[in-house]
């Protein structure tokens, strides 16, 4: 008999293998997102139960730290470690410590702090649906301790060295940035498709 973590280990592997066979290298790398995403959302619903991080397959260098809705899509669960290996699982965490950002009943000093969660992701698989959002959508982020909840106010085309849009000043704001223009033949380009969102109350209509 297979030892039940070894199993699951073979298995994992083994679903990996017959995508690639079956569909070729450009469905391979669509169905590997899919699927790792539907691997990571295991494991983020066992780390909400213990309270730790999981690994979502036994060789992975990652965790997931955040659930991320944007309008009525599927959730995307979001990666610690901002690596081109993550990139190709899901959309990755970039510059922010979610246990410092606080929620809508928490405030340092009698004011909101400050924050950025800025978060990349691949403009041909978890970042396709950037392409269609409008100013007014919703985005919102389960942080597991707390849900965040953010309007689109911003949408920009920037180059990729303008690492500015990963400043923090005195706003609480979510910023997804993916390679631009979405129909690009070549996998690097020179720019960089931004969504910004501010944060509102969770009981906002705006």
Not at 96 to 109: K, Q
Not at 178 to 197: H, I, N
């Amino acid at each position: 008999m297979i030892p039940l973590g070894l199993k699951g280990h073979w298995l994992t592997a083994g679903l990996f293998f017959i995508i690639a066979v079956c569909w070729g290298q450009a469905g391979y790398i669509y169905a590997k997102a899919q699927l790792a995403q539907y691997l990571i959302s295991d494991a983020w619903q066992q780390s909400i139960v213990s309270g730790m991080p999981v690994r979502p397959w036994d060789w992975a260098d990652t965790y997931p730290v955040a659930k991320l809705s944007i309008n009525q899509a599927q959730p995307l669960y979001v990666l610690a470690g901002a690596s081109n290996r993550n990139l190709a699982f899901g959309p990755v965490l970039l510059n922010a410590n979610l246990d410092a950002v606080d929620d809508d009943n928490t405030t340092h000093a009698n004011k909101s702090r400050a924050f950025n969660i800025a978060i990349a992701a691949h403009r041909d698989t978890h970042f396709a649906l950037l392409q269609d959002i409008e100013y007014g959508d919703a985005i919102s982020l389960d942080t597991g301790k707390g849900l965040l909840n953010f309007v689109v106010d911003d949408l920009l085309i920037v180059d990729a060295k303008y690492l500015s849009v990963l400043d923090v000043d005195d706003k609480q704001v979510i910023t997804l940035i993916t390679c631009y223009p979405f129909d690009a033949l070549s996998s690097t380009t020179p720019l960089r498709y931004v969504v910004r969102g501010r944060k509102i109350a969770s009981n906002s209509n705006i």
